[in-house]
């Protein structure tokens, strides 16, 4: 089963202050974490983001059709051009995900076939990272509104959820939102 990998890096990073794709945790960008993560499991890499001119080594970017759209429009604009495929996401802003996760999600995706994935962390759905299906462009063609938690609402049928509590720290699931959280 193909699945490909696909980094939401198309925010504005207003509450970090600085585009925090480039911004580097050690020697790497978090944007070039978060391609390398995906890289370690999946088949292909994308990037979905706000324009063309970002170019990292082992993916390629797709440009967002609505710019600042939130992670469900660029999911959504992504599987316009790749939607046979799932999609395994993770924001520009986790990088302390690790592949050993992602390849638990991939393998729950295998034994679900056509679920969208999500993580369960102490009776919380966690929608990212999570894998996602042709159902994003169904429920935005529908009428859906472009937030997530909606589309975690309306997917209940069509979804698998993978508890992570005791195999995971919350510093796990942490967003970089504020140049505060990397201490």
Known sequence: MVVLGLVLAGGRS?????????FRLGNKTLLEIAVERLGEVCD???IA???RGITVRGAC????????????LGIANALKWLGQYPLLTLPVDMPYVDSELLKDMVELLRIHKGKNIALEFKGNILPFPGIYTRDVLDYIMG????FVRGFWEWAVGRRCLLEVAGRRSLRTFTNLNYPPNLE
């Open 14 to 22: 207003k509450r970090f202050g600085r585009d925090k794709r480039f």
């Open 44 to 46: 292909g890499v994308y």
């Open 49 to 51: 983001a706000d324009s």
């Open 61 to 72: 970017t797709l440009e967002d059709e609505v710019r600042y759209g939130g992670p469900i």
């Open 143 to 146: 009428g859906g509104k472009p």
